[in-house]
């Protein structure tokens, strides 16, 4: 614990420092407040306003990275954030539901040091850690009860003393004058003088508070959270570059089903994982969307249902499975970006087998037997296959290796990146030699259909003279 004025010499140092680097910053702006708590150590907080969106020149999560890098040590601790994520959703959030706020209170400071172990988290914090100063009075009924009062006429007593109470106007020469009855500001300073608020008994014996209630000195949380009717605590934190939610979502559920909350109290995870999940829904029928309406063009494209389906599961199908494979080899975490990847990759990969598919059926309507047909159009499209993937690899590759993220601050690029360059090298590979495969086995599936609608219809007639 350190005095205010020591406090006080640290934030100077800090807005020194950000006030010499302000325009490098994009920093607007530089406001600080302190705060005193009764049974807890002074604290101070510096709010930094940035510049508009459309003036800025970095991204907060670089402006952060150059403030942890430049700022001088500091003796006493070391500064911590809290930022709005921007783009990049609500952020790490637990949520925390029981009946005590109290409680509630305690179990979120044993999270946060659980929490503290997990390597990706900074900054971690509750919601109940910030609040204003309180004082509770706790009456001592029996006491009370003897003296011949009752706690609301005691709480009325604290109330006139504390805020005051307006009486009837004063009617003078000069007009209405209002009148309110309160204490002086110099009698309501400590916690002294509030244990010597005169009470009156019914038979006019003065009394002090202190001889019937004691005081408890605390904060009080900032805000009561309710769900599902039952209060709640948000425990929250920064994520540190390279870690997303996806990433630490196993490793928080393990530690957390090994932590026995009381009966009565659950956790589940914030508003930023379930975001996470209800885009990953999202995208997920996106996906599916956009299969089936490729699957359509294609039908209209060849005139019938078989052909395409050699595009979509020769193409579509392993491209999905190259970039699952590739991110499980390198480490990957599958995000919301990978999903976008996905939908970019499935309307690239088709165009391989489109135009593969395309120049086979061109090459039998001239006459060229099928196997035939087969071979030569993979030798006629293999180079403009390769060079086409090759260059979509080589322009993604800079995007896929680097950190670059959406609006400076927002979610990474190079999911999306290294998802459409291993589902198109892998699709490209593979399709290669499974879309000419597929071709075979739904045109002898064609075959045989039409042969089969054949003797039907030859069958037909005879069945009918018979």
Known sequence: QYPLERLEKSVNQVEEFLFANQEDLDIKSVYSFFAVGFDRPARAESTILLTDEDEATLGTREIIRRIEAGLPEIVIGKPSFKFDQQGGGEGFSLQFKGDSTSHLNELATDIIRIL?????????????????????????????????????????????????????????????????????????????????????????????????????????????????????????????????????????????????LPPGYSWEFGRGFNEDEETQKIMSTNILWGIALIFIVLAALFESVLYPLSIVLGSILFSVMGVFLFFAATGTVFSFMASIGIMILIGVVVNNGIVLVDHINNLRREGMPRNEAIVEAGRDRLRPILMTVLTTILGLTPLAVGNTQVGGDGPPYYPMARAIISGLAFSTVVSLFVVPSMYIFFDYLSNWGRKVVRIARKLGPQAAGA
Do not use: C, H, W
């Open 116 to 260: 503290r172990s997990v390597e990706g988290l900074k900054d971690i914090r509750s919601d109940s850690q910030a609040g204003d100063r309180e004082v509770r009075i706790r009456i001592d009924k029996s006491r009370a009860a003897a003296a011949g009062l009752t706690a609301e006429e005691i709480a009325q007593s604290v109330a006139i003393a504390m805020r005051g109470e307006n009486l009837r106007e004063f009617r003078g020469q000069g007009g209405e004058i209002d009148v309110r009855l309160t204490f002086r500001e110099n009698d309501r300073q400590t916690l002294e003088q509030l244990a010597d608020l005169p009470l009156y008994t019914s038979d006019g014996r003065r009394i002090t508070l202190g001889t019937l209630a004691r005081f408890q000195l605390g904060r009080a949380p900032q805000t009561i959270r309710r769900v599902d009717r039952q209060t709640s605590v948000i425990v929250s934190a920064n994520l540190e570059d390279n870690f997303t939610l996806d990433r630490l979502r196993p490793q928080i559920r393990k530690l957390m089903n090994q932590y026995a």
